[in-house]
């Protein structure tokens, strides 16, 4: 049997993806699998695909960082959807809107700071975000972790929503002012483990799931066909004239 490539030269391999005939100089091994050059390029193009899914453009846009730093402290969240970043902003408006309600509920020093400080904090990222988007880099929406867990979550949305509605209609037409002091902190308690969970209880094996191959296990296949159907690998028997030969070295002891 002749290389698929050059038909003057014997073949001592087959390749792992297709099934072609290769010989030493079409030989490419790849964790010491055997593939010929089309496979290769194959594999190359699917890996460019996958990197291509997760690319964020390289565009910069003329943001002022006094502007987003004004409008937030104007309504927190107004500055990051000044930057582009509507579920940020969502995000933020929602927080200091629930922090300030429970503020007036509870009456607790406790909730009046965090929404004073919250302003501030919306504030500092409209800054930041708005220097980075200057600079050409585009942020990730959700790159922060309260982002995360919101964003395409409307379950979490429901429950926070239909908590902070339960509680003004509670203030509103049952005196049960000490109730919602004490139900409030354990929302809170309960939103923040929900919110940390994936990052206070990690799976053990989770450093595992990526497979490995090695040269004694079943080669990964770039590609499962080609186009040719004059070379599959059902079309060698094990009667084959290069069949008994090593992959690895049986060409050079001819």
Not at 95 to 107: E, H, N, P, S, W
Not at 196 to 219: M, S, T
Request: with cysteine.
């Amino acid at each position: 049997m002749n290389c698929a490539y050059h038909s003057q030269n014997p073949a001592v391999v087959q390749c792992n993806g297709c099934g072609k005939p290769l010989c030493p100089g079409c030989d490419h091994r790849i964790k010491g699998f055997p593939y010929c050059q089309d496979c290769i390029v194959v594999g190359v193009d699917l890996l460019r695909q996958r990197n291509q899914s997760n690319y964020i453009p390289f565009v910069k846009k003329q943001t002022s960082p006094f502007i987003a730093t004004l409008l937030s402290f104007i309504c927190p969240g107004l500055g990051a959807a000044y930057n582009g970043q509507t579920v940020k902003a969502l995000v933020y408006f929602g927080v200091f809107i629930g922090l300030f309600q429970m503020a007036v509920l509870t009456g607790a020093p406790l909730f009046f700071l965090g929404f004073i400080g919250m302003s501030f904090f919306a504030a500092l990222d409209a800054w930041r975000t708005a220097q980075a988007i200057r600079s050409g880099l585009t942020p990730d929406v959700a790159e922060d972790i309260f982002v995360k867990r919101f964003s395409g979550n409307p379950k979490l949305w429901g429950i926070v929503l239909s908590g902070l509605g339960l509680a003004f209609l509670m203030q509103s037409v049952f005196p049960v002012r000490g109730l919602i002091r004490g139900l409030l902190p354990l929302m809170l308690i309960g939103l923040g483990i929900y919110v940390l969970r994936g990052y206070i209880f990690k799976p053990k094996n989770g450093e595992e799931k990526q497979p490995h191959y090695d040269v004694n296990g079943p080669a990964p296949v770039f590609a499962s066909a080609l186009s040719e159907s004059n070379y599959r690998r059902d079309d060698y028997d094990s009667q084959s004239d290069y069949s008994g030969r090593s992959q690895a070295g049986g060409w050079k002891n001819r």
